[in-house]
């Protein structure tokens, strides 16, 4: 008589032993490797203590250099529903010698999406620090490696019918570029983040010539079928504001029926105009939120709302560098530089101060 193993036992004493605290969440993942039995029972245990959950479709993954992580466990699961409502990526922190093990990050989540039907809202968080400028990418063949994989993740991304995208985060990878003037560069100017560029004031984006000359650009969405699901946009990460990123923000927001965009203003402290054709592109839009603006800042972010006819939700969050709170406006309040945005369904809203748990500085 064969000796007898772990597959032997029933199902539901097979739940109990595998679902007990004691039991190793890592040794869940590798039963779930050896058979397809072992897989519909381990796997769904290693889910529940990992921020997967199959029922809701939504999945909150923490990736790791190791790759053993939900996502791996996602990839290998039989049983995965064909769309997810929600899915939270968070990145790790790259290297500061190369980038290519964090691109490699980038092509296990494209390839996850891809086995997807659908999927609904999505947040990026290329790193988990929110600052940090290790990492520099300008050499031609680095930043067209960079480009490439991010502008597939994006595109695939909106290909799959997402109606909610945030990104976050990112900062060590918009060095590259930078907010070019052949004459003197006016302070005020610098303030004017979101009006609309003179096309004769020589402001353009350039790299610096002794990193590479090429041009870079994102993969862009193949908008097929029914077209763009993209309704909310969440740009906390500057990535999407300066080259190659801005092209492709513009794009879609040109080719998606964007109602709601919102823009973390502090990632721009040093992107110059990197939003400025905005204004010419999101006409659709409906709800707008600015956070973290500066004061200096106000009469140009002004100008820029003023472009909106059909705005219905404002809502601007200031931030006091001298107290370290966060003044936040909403509706008729926000609206009152601009009366004839004024709409009934902005009714109710309230003014809010609340305090920031920590300085911008810092």
Known sequence: MAPASIADL???????ILGKPTFSTEALYFLGLLSRRLNFIALPIYFA??????????????????RFDPLSALQVYLFLPPTMEKIVCSFPHPSCLTIFPFLAQFERVYRFLARLTAVG????ELDNRIEGRCLTVGKDNVL?????????????????GCSSLAVINGLH???????HRPQKILPRQLTRLFTRPDPGSG?????????????IVLVLPSFSGSGSQLTSLNIHSATLLVPP???????????????SLVIRMSVMADMGHGAAPLAAVALNLTSISLIDIHPCNEPAIFAFLAHFPVLTDLELTHVDYFTCTQLKLKG??????????LHPATAGFEFKLHRVQRCPWV
Request: aromatic share 8%; charged share 20%.
């Open 10 to 16: 029933p199902n539901e004493l097979l739940i109990d």
């Open 49 to 66: 203590r990992t921020g997967v959950d199959l029922e809701t479709r939504s999945a909150t993954i923490a990736l790791t250099t190791s």
């Open 121 to 124: 809202a999505v947040t990026l």
């Open 144 to 160: 067209d490696a960079w480009a490439s994989q991010y502008g597939c993740l994006l595109s695939c991304v909106i290909d799959k």
């Open 173 to 179: 990878l918009t060095e590259t570029y930078e907010l």
């Open 203 to 215: 402001l353009t984006f350039q790299r610096d010539p002794e990193w590479g000359v090429a041009d």
């Open 245 to 259: 990123g801005l092209v492709w923000t513009l794009t879609v927001l040109r080719k998606s029926l964007i109602r």
């Open 332 to 341: 008729p309040r926000a609206l009152q530089p601009f009366p004839h945005l």
